[in-house]
């Protein structure tokens, strides 16, 4: 179920979301056929729009689980903190998390003059699937020109205030989310690749380096995410998942390796907990590491 109706630009997103939502991947209806004057309007608008995005960053992994959204919500974080304009996107269309670990999860968008607004926590503008769907449990059962079509709604029809950064946070792979972004956006300006020290996560990482090179997409670099328990009491490491792999994949690959991230309860308890934002984590050790890098998503002549 929808939560309402949106009306853009004399488009109803209401009739696609609505088909796929009451349909099965196997029968969801395509958007209704359009004419090529409102095409051209489309993809007017979609230019627009993305012209008043200084840096378009996605983050990605062949993994699920290794810290994604961890990691793009934690960079915005160090982005904004620099007094930088940031905004989320969240193009995980079957499981997306960003909405819970900024604590809002029951959100709403609402139309305005100029799009759908975005919703803003402490600044950051965030924008996901899920603030437009009734039913926060219901499995989106999506087949790819679906997920295309609410991807480039994201893209043209929200109303980002002019950004310095939109970081997006993708799904675990190389399929339809990732491709549809890189082929709305013509050109972003890079991927931050997230892996976990193990050979079964860097197998399906090195699938995400050839879907970059294979899209020339830059791949700003390589963060290696719960590479070792740090024991709060002693500050001894152990190994979670055996150590440097990310690295070593990296120095193979000539990426740069932008960092490793212990496993940090608090930091588990501050993604459920919805307090990434609040007050009192800059020290937590990816917020340390995060600072570290954010000069590496800046343009090349920043
Ligand atoms: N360094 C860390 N220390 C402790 N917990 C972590 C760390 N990184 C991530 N987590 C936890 O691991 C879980 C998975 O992280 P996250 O959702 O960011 O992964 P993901 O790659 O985005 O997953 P998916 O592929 O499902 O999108 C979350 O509960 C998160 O809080
Ligand atoms: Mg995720």
């Not at 991947?25 to 056929?33: D, G, I, K, L, V």
């Not at 990605?60 to 982005?79: D, N, P």
């Not at 609402?110 to 603030?131: C, E, K, N, R, Y």
Request: aromatic content about 4%.
């Amino acid at each position: 179920m929808l939560r309402r109706t949106f009306v853009m630009s004399g488009v109803s997103c209401r009739g696609e979301l609505r088909a796929a939502m009451n349909n099965t991947s196997e029968n969801a209806m395509p958007a209704p056929a359009r004419g090529a004057a409102s095409r051209n309007d489309d993809e007017q608008r979609l230019h627009a729009r993305l012209a008043r995005i200084q840096r378009k960053i996605l983050v990605l992994s062949g993994k699920g689980g290794v810290g994604k959204s961890t990691v793009a919500v934690h960079l915005a974080t160090a982005l904004l903190h620099a007094g930088k304009r940031v905004g989320l996107l969240d193009v995980d269309i079957h499981g997306p998390s960003i909405p819970t670990m900024l604590g809002v999860r029951d959100a709403a968008v609402t139309a305005g003059p100029d799009g759908w607004q975005p919703i803003d926590v402490h600044g950051l503008q965030v924008m996901s699937l899920a603030f437009l769907l009734q039913d926060r449990d219901a499995a989106v059962i999506w087949r790819g020109p679906l997920k295309m079509n609410i991807i480039r709604r994201f893209l043209s029809d929200v109303a980002w205030n002019a950004l310095d950064y939109l970081l997006v946070d993708t799904p675990p792979g190389t399929g339809d989310e990732p491709l549809s972004v890189c082929q709305l956006m013509g050109n972003p300006d890079g991927a931050v690749i997230v892996t976990t020290p193990q050979l079964v996560a860097l197998v399906d990482v090195r699938k995400t380096i050839s879907f970059c090179r294979r899209l020339q997409l830059p791949i700003l670099g390589i963060v290696e995410n719960m590479c070792a328990f740090v024991c709060p009491h002693c500050h001894k490491q152990t190994p979670l998942f055996g150590s440097g792999g990310g690295e070593r994949l990296a120095a193979e690959t000539a990426l740069p390796f932008l960092g490793s991230i212990p496993f940090d309860p608090t930091l588990a308890a501050a993604c459920d907990d919805a307090a990434i934002l609040a007050a009192g984590r800059d020290d937590a050790p990816v917020m340390r590491i995060m600072r570290a890098i954010i000069h590496q998503l800046a343009p090349p002549d920043a």
